[in-house]
């Protein structure tokens, strides 16, 4: 419909040359890697979603009424064996992370 029509045929070879490395660059980048993209912050981003995750469950069991939560495995246990370990690990390796970037 809309075709732009390049005569000059440096443009145009610049052109494909760019959607090439465009279609390979996307076929690289696989299933995550389009969710998440590439570069140096694709494990924040993938930590960052993993931690949202767990505190989404979290607040639903949370919120969810008591008749219908397990009567052994209350809140206290969903945020003492469950959230806070895997929350203090992901800053943890966050902080850990950031430090031997930094060289220390």
Same mark, same amino acid.
């Given at each position: 419909? !809309?075709?732009? /029509?390049i005569?000059?045929?440096? %443009?145009?070879?610049?052109?494909?040359? $760019? !959607? $090439?490395?465009?279609?390979?660059?996307? $076929?690289?980048? =696989?299933?995550?890697?389009?969710f998440? =993209? &590439? =570069?140096?912050? %694709?494990?924040l981003?993938? %930590? =960052?979603?993993? $931690?949202?995750? %767990?505190? *989404?469950?979290a607040?639903?069991?949370? *919120?969810?009424?008591?008749?219908?939560?397990?009567?052994?495995?209350?809140?206290?246990?969903?945020w003492?064996?469950?959230?806070l370990?895997?929350? &203090?690990?992901?800053?943890?390796? *966050?902080?850990?992370?950031r &430090?031997? /970037? !930094?060289?220390?």
């Amino acid at each position: 419909m !809309n075709k732009l /029509e390049i005569q000059d045929p440096k %443009v145009a070879s610049k052109i494909i040359a $760019a !959607n $090439a490395e465009s279609e390979k660059r996307r $076929a690289e980048l =696989g299933f995550l890697g389009k969710f998440f =993209g &590439s =570069g140096d912050n %694709v494990r924040l981003y993938i %930590v =960052g979603t993993i $931690a949202l995750f %767990v505190l *989404l469950i979290a607040l639903i069991y949370t *919120l969810t009424p008591e008749t219908y939560r397990s009567p052994s495995f209350g809140l206290k246990e969903m945020w003492t064996l469950v959230v806070l370990p895997v929350e &203090s690990t992901i800053i943890g390796y *966050l902080i850990g992370s950031r &430090s031997k /970037e !930094n060289g220390g």
